[in-house]
């Protein structure tokens, strides 16, 4: 994300500040969160293996998606690996995953033995389809991993029957997709398991941690004792009786967890509300395209991610990236740049001895292009991601419209009237 030097933008009455969710001004932190932090701390249990707050936070994020089980975990990247671990790869299966996505949901396959496969996107969402994962399938395919990126649920009812029909597990990537919905139903509920990412910038945060959520007993047992190195607490005769790693959550982040996840509902509800704001605000600006939810679907807005025509805007998303960023917006063109399979570390993968031992079969080089991936260049080329958090107000949006509005218009040569809709 570009971030501008402060971040403050002019409107016409007033100089306003962005809230961040870097610091506390975009974050909702605060008493909640001490008070159980000090009992954490008083009770001298830090760990997760001897404390309450990892259990209850474990409990209570289950109960919040009906679900039977959820582990919490060190990170987002370590709940993907867990789940993963949990299904027990073999060298030569494969992962259909996305390639717009953090590497973080990537690597992990390959640490497992297995080879991510790439499936195309639709351009619209940025997210993978039951088409596009369907013709990614092959013999040797173990598991799928969608991403609901920034927040907009993929076609989850037509994924998850491809998936059941193959035999095949489902695993959701809801980092960025906390409590949105697929024709009523909860991301993270479709699938086998689900991960969670607590990072600093999430809906609600722990600084860094994650969770799982499981459908199935075998599976959530899988993944605890994944993050817990393999080893069997609560056994009659524990052992280390798999591979594993120490990936465990503290008590002092599973405090601030609990605290955290009493106010989702509210973030969520307020991220929203500015969002509707900031799609009504724009509409009808030529070559600029809101995140408006998908029918059927609530989008929970982990960040506002435009989509600009360069064929109606000079210059694209990158021209109007940087004249937003010279207004105090910061903001990421082309959200990663590069798809995952296009990034060095694929690319030169013989430097690095899992993914030497995943492709030896493959010669050094990306793993996609245009051709193979049109729709994923065409989400990347178009992309415009704007920071969001539920400290935005109907003042914040109202400027970032107008800088929205003023931008495009200069840079196709107009000017816009007052704070109204561009003139045709």
């Known amino acids: ?72 975990c060190a990170s987002g990247t370590a709940a993907v690996h867990a789940a993963l671990g949990a299904l027990r790869l073999q060298a030569g299966d494969e992962v259909v995953t996305t390639p717009i996505t953090d590497m973080g949901a990537v690597l992990p396959i390959c640490y497992e033995g297995a080879r991510p496969v790439f499936a195309d996107v639709e351009p619209e969402t940025a997210n993978v389809t039951a088409e596009t994962i369907a013709r990614a399938i092959g013999p040797n395919t173990r598991a799928v991993i969608v991403t609901h990126l920034f927040g907009q649920p993929c076609g989850m009812h037509p994924i998850a029957a491809l998936c059941r029909a193959r035999g095949i597990a489902l695993i959701e990537d809801c980092a960025q997709a906390f409590l ?6 909860l991301c993270g509920t479709f699938g086998d398991l689900a991960c969670f990412s607590f990072q600093q910038g999430k809906h609600m945060t722990t600084g860094e941690g994650g969770i799982v959520l499981a ?13 817990n190195k393999g080893w069997g607490f609560g056994d009659s005769q524990p052992d280390h009786d798999r591979l594993g790693l ?3 959550l503290t008590e002092l982040q599973a405090a601030v967890g609990v605290a955290q996840l ?22 009808g600006v030529d070559g600029i395209t809101v995140p408006l939810p998908r029918t059927g679907t609530s989008h929970s807005y982990w960040r506002f991610a435009l989509r600009v025509d360069r064929d109606h805007i000079p ?12 207004r105090g917006i ?6 990663v740049k590069k798809p995952a399979f296009a990034c060095e570390v694929f690319v030169h993968r013989s430097a690095f001895a899992p993914l030497r031992t995943v492709y030896a079969d493959r010669p050094e080089g ?19 991601v704007l920071p969001w958090n539920e400290h935005y107000t109907t003042e914040h949006v109202t400027a970032i419209a107008r800088a929205v509005r003023d931008s495009v218009h200069e840079l196709s040569g107009r000017r816009s009237a007052g704070n109204g809709p561009p003139r045709g």
Not at 51 to 65: D, K, Q
Not at 330 to 335: L, T
């Open 246 to 248: 120490n990936y465990r």
């Open 366 to 384: 990306p793993l996609g292009d245009r051709s193979t991936h049109p729709g994923v260049f065409a989400a990347l080329d178009s992309l415009l």
């Open 330 to 335: 910061g903001n990421a063109p082309h959200y």
């Open 1 to 72: 994300m570009q971030r501008p030097p402060q971040t403050a933008i002019q409107s016409d009455a007033a100089r306003v500040v962005l809230p961040s969710d870097r610091d506390s001004t975009g974050r909702d932190l605060g008493e909640a969160e001490l008070r159980l932090l000090a009992e954490a701390v008083r009770s001298g249990h830090l760990i997760a293996t001897a404390g309450t707050f990892v259990p209850r936070l474990e409990r209570e994020f289950a109960a919040r998606h009906g679900m039977a089980d959820a582990i919490a």
């Open 315 to 326: 210059g694209g998303a990158t021209a109007l990236g940087a004249r937003l960023l010279a």
């Open 180 to 185: 949105a919905t697929d024709a009523g139903k």
């Open 215 to 227: 459908a199935d007993p075998a599976r959530a047992d899988a993944v605890r004792r994944f993050v």
């Open 262 to 283: 009493a106010k989702l509902d509210s973030v969520v509800d307020r991220r929203r509300a500015r969002a509707r704001e900031l799609c009504a605000a724009l509409a």
